[in-house]
């Protein structure tokens, strides 16, 4: 398959279905940075140690780096995303499969922002390669479950470990500083929760970056009439165009969702900002580094309510998270149902 950027471009222009799933995927991405992005500023912005349009400008620039070194120097989350279905040897079909996962993903994406409630993409896209192939296999025949089963892992990694990091690292800074004097202290969690903010921006561009590079990369293959992408080498230029993507999504804002976040959830202070940040963004890298595949938003969620526990169990508003967990729980069943429907109607009109 050519993976040159010429014949990209040439494709994109003279071969409609290459146009509508570049179309899809980079609308996806957008919206992946518009409503989920935020979520790694939002402690940041809600401690008051940034502004909110430097501290989205900031994370827009690192969500572009993250996609594009962590990729380059380690991709498996990228593959785990590409082999997790098997839409059949049909690349017809199978682009109208892919078509159809990401419809759902910008469907249900969008009307979960406009509540201000966050979203978890990653579930959304696994959610949607799933509803679409047991459409085009009409069971789970399609389903690759040694690559699914890593979803699983991901989620029990991403609420364990980013609420009991959470808590060890803000438990951890409130013995070393308790004697310290509280204006220094606050001056220097300022700076580090700056670095913070921007460690997990990195890692979330890193995280689901990867995850939307490994589904374009899988419609060119389709597009190639190649039903596999095994073992092919993701060239540079599709890196800088998801990361850029992904950088000018989260430049649009998602200040709704960084209320919800950083602001009503838990109220924070700085240094339990800079704690929420340096856990998430840790767990986010352990993710990245063995191939598995989680939810950014879950992982800085649960690394605020362990930071917020430190001090009380009551400083967390489980209204709030109540929301986000009707949300999250909806995701896999909504998004999959979204995308069988439409996979469905796709076959029968295409």
Same mark, same amino acid.
């Given at each position: 398959?050519?993976?040159?950027?010429?014949?990209? *471009?040439q494709e994109v222009f003279s071969n409609p279905a290459m146009l509508v799933t570049v179309a899809l995927t980079l609308g996806v991405i957008f919206v992946n940075g518009w409503t989920d992005a935020p979520n790694a500023i939002a402690t940041c912005i809600g401690? =008051?140690?940034?502004?909110? =349009? @430097? !501290?989205?400008?900031?994370?827009?620039? #690192?969500?572009?780096?993250?996609?594009?070194?962590?990729?380059?120097?380690?991709? +498996?989350?990228?593959?785990? %995303?590409?082999?997790?279905?098997?839409?059949?040897?049909?690349?017809?079909?199978? $682009?109208?499969?892919?078509?159809?996962?990401?419809?759902?993903?910008?469907?249900?994406?969008?009307?979960?922002?406009?509540?201000?409630?966050?979203?978890?993409?990653?579930?959304?896209? *696994?959610?949607?390669?799933?509803?679409?192939?047991?459409?085009?296999?009409?069971? %789970?025949?399609?389903?690759?479950m040694a690559e699914w089963v890593k979803v699983l892992y991901g989620l029990v990694l991403s609420l364990v470990l980013g609420f009991a990091i959470g808590? %060890?690292?803000?438990?951890?800074?409130?013995?070393?500083?308790?004697?310290?004097? =509280?204006?220094?202290?606050?001056?220097?969690? =300022?700076? !580090?929760?700056?670095?913070?903010?921007? !460690? /997990?921006? #990195?890692?979330?561009? !890193?995280?689901?970056?990867?995850?939307?590079?490994?589904?374009?990369?899988?419609? $060119?293959?389709?597009?190639?009439?190649?039903?596999?992408?095994?073992?092919?080498?993701? @060239? &540079?230029?599709? /890196?800088?165009?998801?990361?850029?993507?992904?950088?000018?999504?989260?430049?649009?804002?998602?200040?709704?969702?960084?209320?919800?976040?950083?602001?009503?959830?838990?109220?924070?202070?700085?240094?339990?900002?800079?704690?929420?940040?340096?856990?998430?963004?840790?767990?986010?890298?352990?993710?990245?580094? #063995?191939?598995?595949? &989680?939810?950014?938003?879950?992982?800085?969620?649960?690394?605020? /309510?362990?930071?917020?526990?430190?001090?009380?169990? +009551?400083?967390?508003?489980?209204?709030?998270?109540?929301?986000?967990?009707?949300?999250?729980?909806?995701?896999? @069943?909504?998004?999959?149902?979204?995308?069988?429907?439409?996979?469905?109607? #796709?076959?029968? %009109?295409?």
């Amino acid at each position: 398959m050519d993976l040159t950027f010429s014949y990209f *471009i040439q494709e994109v222009f003279s071969n409609p279905a290459m146009l509508v799933t570049v179309a899809l995927t980079l609308g996806v991405i957008f919206v992946n940075g518009w409503t989920d992005a935020p979520n790694a500023i939002a402690t940041c912005i809600g401690t =008051r140690s940034m502004r909110v =349009r @430097p !501290a989205i400008l900031t994370s827009a620039l #690192f969500n572009f780096l993250g996609v594009l070194i962590m990729t380059q120097i380690n991709s +498996s989350v990228a593959a785990t %995303i590409s082999n997790m279905v098997d839409f059949g040897d049909n690349t017809q079909d199978a $682009m109208i499969g892919l078509c159809a996962a990401l419809f759902s993903i910008v469907v249900y994406s969008a009307a979960a922002a406009q509540f201000g409630i966050p979203t978890s993409e990653s579930h959304s896209l *696994i959610a949607g390669l799933s509803g679409a192939a047991i459409a085009m296999h009409n069971g %789970i025949d399609g389903i690759n479950m040694a690559e699914w089963v890593k979803v699983l892992y991901g989620l029990v990694l991403s609420l364990v470990l980013g609420f009991a990091i959470g808590w %060890i690292i803000c438990k951890a800074v409130t013995v070393i500083c308790a004697n310290m004097d =509280r204006g220094k202290t606050n001056r220097f969690f =300022r700076g !580090a929760q700056i670095v913070g903010a921007a !460690a /997990m921006s #990195f890692m979330h561009g !890193a995280q689901d970056g990867q995850k939307f590079i490994g589904v374009l990369f899988l419609g $060119m293959a389709f597009c190639n009439g190649q039903s596999s992408v095994t073992g092919m080498v993701i @060239p &540079v230029w599709l /890196m800088i165009l998801c990361s850029a993507t992904i950088g000018i999504g989260t430049s649009v804002g998602g200040e709704k969702i960084i209320k919800s976040m950083g602001m009503d959830m838990v109220k924070l202070e700085k240094y339990q900002g800079f704690s929420a940040d340096l856990a998430a963004a840790g767990c986010l890298l352990l993710s990245s580094v #063995f191939g598995i595949p &989680v939810s950014t938003t879950h992982t800085k969620t649960t690394a605020i /309510m362990g930071v917020g526990a430190v001090k009380r169990v +009551s400083a967390i508003n489980f209204g709030v998270v109540k929301d986000m967990m009707l949300t999250w729980v909806f995701t896999f @069943p909504g998004c999959g149902l979204i995308s069988y429907v439409m996979a469905k109607i #796709f076959m029968n %009109i295409f």
